[in-house]
């Protein structure tokens, strides 16, 4: 009996979604598509609708599918009966010159994501099982749906799909009065309903026939070819995948139109779908000219230098913040020196009343981070703990069965699929005794699991008089308040050192409650100076304690600053020097680290990069963040 779908002529509000399908039904070459959208927004029902427009194998890959599902196992019954091994396909083969439709695409493991994609590349992949090697060749095409809101896929994914549509758009009243008026109607009398809509369906197969068969015919002139290249060019996109794709869709989308040749128009269109995903924002071209001249300045006119255009001429240059937005010239890390020695309270972290050097600022909730920016890697150490972060492989009885080997010891997990493969083509050599499969110790396979867990986050905040400057502050603060909700929503522990003046301190013990983590973020003060390398003394204290509760654990080290060190370590020593001393330290440690440089201004001295390069850290600059959420949703900043 045919499933009872809702037509995909009977959806409304998504004309872009439905474009991008159509394209890549029309155009197997076009790379797939992308579906995107949050729960509730109809994009699975649109897909499974698609299913009925063509006539050819339409298969779905479950997120919870293993390797021998996916890809092809050997066949047990067959060696049991003859006791010869032979190849069973997978979903793979079932899916030649047809469709494979992943739902929840960013919840599928990675491996097998990006295995699927690199085969679909290829047009044929080899499969090796228990001694049996066999090389088989398939083409077919990926559509896919995810929620942003669960996590996004890794860059090199995210290229890998030709096209891209969200179905997060604006209704107006009316549409979503029609909306509901045909979700109604639909679930009132499914059959009624969809015969209502036969014709349009009918139609729309049709449709997509004819441009099936017409797109052989589709030509590409040499100028069309030469604005797809600068349409990609424009949006700084990396790599050539892009430029084909591009002329792919256009292609799709002349066909549809009954044409044999490609319109600029076409290419317009096609670029909607094909660029979103893969646009980056160009660097933006700093002047340097000013750095090596104050250089060669001399050394007691060389800091001075630095700081008019940094504090005091800055102003002119940064024009998101008004004018009476600006902080005080006595807030600067430099406007304290003469009074430091003065108060020794000054380097506790607490703001005394009457205090005109110190400040607190409040988060700007406004800003932007890219989805899943802090995103650790799978890891391959088995961890213990609960959460919904990162996948771990478990020596427990617990988790997702992901694939079997050969056990090292005695194990009582044991992976019966691969242990009756593995017996299956010696059944007939031995003896029954009864038994229906005979099994023998050397055939037993054990299951490898993984599970997700959470993470532990370390923030290492730079208070600092220069974070103050321009406000600078807020934005940090908003910053950490968005990772902090996300490492909420994970089940994460976090921690935090703050640096500031001439001491750090554990201003928040790793811990699980993030509304206290938010409370002391809060209330967190901002001057004095900037002991950076203490900061990150500090931090590896708080590193080294995890470290002796549980040698597995994994921490995420976040580092926020501006990189302008200028309290040493030591009296006498270089305090920059200190710095890069210690992040060498920490990047010896082979952890993940993120580095958020918050310099700003005309000049900038590039410390911060300097410290990310010396732990091998990922870099990001906290004025660039807002503007790369706008023109890559998707891009994953870091692979750690």
């Not at 589709?218 to 797809?228: C, K």
Request: glycine share 6%.
């Amino acid at each position: 009996m045919k499933r009872n779908v809702f037509p995909f002529a009977a959806v409304c509000g998504m004309e872009k979604a439905k474009e991008a399908i159509l394209l890549t039904l029309v155009n197997p070459f076009a790379g797939g598509l992308l579906l995107s959208g949050e729960k509730g927004t109809g994009k699975s029902t649109l897909v499974r609708a698609a299913r009925e427009l063509v006539d050819a194998p339409w298969v779905e890959i479950p997120i919870s599918i293993t390797e021998d599902r996916l890809f092809g196992s050997i066949d047990t019954e067959e060696a049991i009966r003859s006791g010869h091994k032979k190849l069973l396909p997978g979903l793979i083969d079932e899916a030649d010159q047809g469709i494979i439709y992943i739902d929840d695409v960013n919840l599928l493991r990675d491996d097998l994501l990006s295995a699927v994609l690199n085969i679909r590349e290829a047009g044929g992949y080899r499969l090796e099982r228990d001694g049996l090697s066999e090389q088989r060749d398939t083409s077919f095409t990926v559509l896919a749906v995810m929620n942003p809101e669960s996590g996004t896929l890794s860059a090199s994914s995210l290229d890998r799909f030709g096209l891209f549509a969200s179905t997060d758009e604006d209704f107006d009243d009316e549409t979503r009065l029609e909306i509901i008026r045909r979700v109604l109607d639909y679930e009132k009398d499914g059959i009624a309903f969809r015969a209502k809509w036969q014709k349009e369906t009918d139609e729309l197969k049709e449709k997509i026939r004819n441009a099936r068969e017409a797109l052989k015919a589709v030509e590409v002139s040499p100028a069309m070819i030469q604005l797809a290249a600068v349409y990609t060019l424009k949006a700084h996109v990396a790599g050539h995948r892009a430029d084909i794709y591009l002329i792919e869709a256009a292609r799709a989308e002349a066909a549809l139109e009954g044409r044999k040749y490609v319109l600029p128009k076409d290419l317009e269109k096609a670029a909607e779908f094909v660029l979103p995903h893969r646009m980056r924002k160009a660097e933006d071209q700093q002047p340097e000219e000013p750095q090596p001249q104050e250089q060669q300045q001399p050394p007691e006119n060389q800091e001075e230098e630095q700081q008019q255009p940094e504090e005091d001429k800055s102003d002119e240059n940064e024009f998101n913040h008004p004018p009476e937005a600006q902080p005080p010239q006595t807030n600067t890390e430099d406007s304290e020196d003469s009074s430091q020695d003065l108060n020794p309270e000054n380097s506790k972290f607490s703001n005394p009343k009457g205090s005109s050097r110190e400040r607190i600022d409040a988060a700007d909730l406004h800003v932007n981070l890219p989805p899943m920016w802090i995103e650790p890697s799978k890891d391959r150490k088995p961890k213990k703990g609960s959460g919904k972060r990162s996948l771990t492989m478990t020596d427990l009885m617990q988790g997702r069965y992901v694939r079997a080997e050969i056990p090292k010891s005695k194990t009582s997990d044991i992976a019966f699929d691969a242990t009756l493969r593995a017996a299956a083509p010696y059944q007939k050599a031995r003896p029954s005794n009864g038994c229906a499969v005979v099994i023998r110790k050397d055939d037993l396979r054990s299951k490898v699991r993984e599970k997700r867990t959470g993470n532990i986050f370390l923030f290492v905040v730079d208070a600092s008089g220069s974070m103050g400057a321009r406000e600078r502050m807020k934005t940090v603060k908003g910053v950490i308040f968005k990772i902090l909700l996300d490492a909420y929503q994970k089940r994460d522990r976090v921690g935090m050192v703050a640096f500031r003046k001439n001491t750090a301190e554990v201003l928040l013990p790793v811990t699980r409650s993030v509304d206290f983590a938010q409370k002391k973020l809060a209330t967190m003060p901002t001057g004095g100076k900037t002991p950076l390398a203490k900061g990150l003394l500090k931090a590896e204290d708080v590193l080294d304690m995890l470290y002796r509760q549980d040698a597995n654990q994994d921490p995420v080290m976040i580092l926020i600053t501006d990189g302008r060190a200028t309290s040493p370590l030591n009296k006498g020593t270089n305090p920059v020097t200190d710095a890069l001393e210690e992040a060498k330290r920490i990047g010896r440690r082979n952890i993940p680290v993120a580095v958020i440089d918050t310099e700003s201004g005309f000049i900038k001295l590039g410390l911060a990069k300097k410290l990310a390069k010396a732990m091998g850290a990922s870099y990001f600059q906290v004025d660039k963040i807002s503007e790369d959420q706008l023109l890559h949703i998707w891009r994953t900043a870091a692979n750690m």
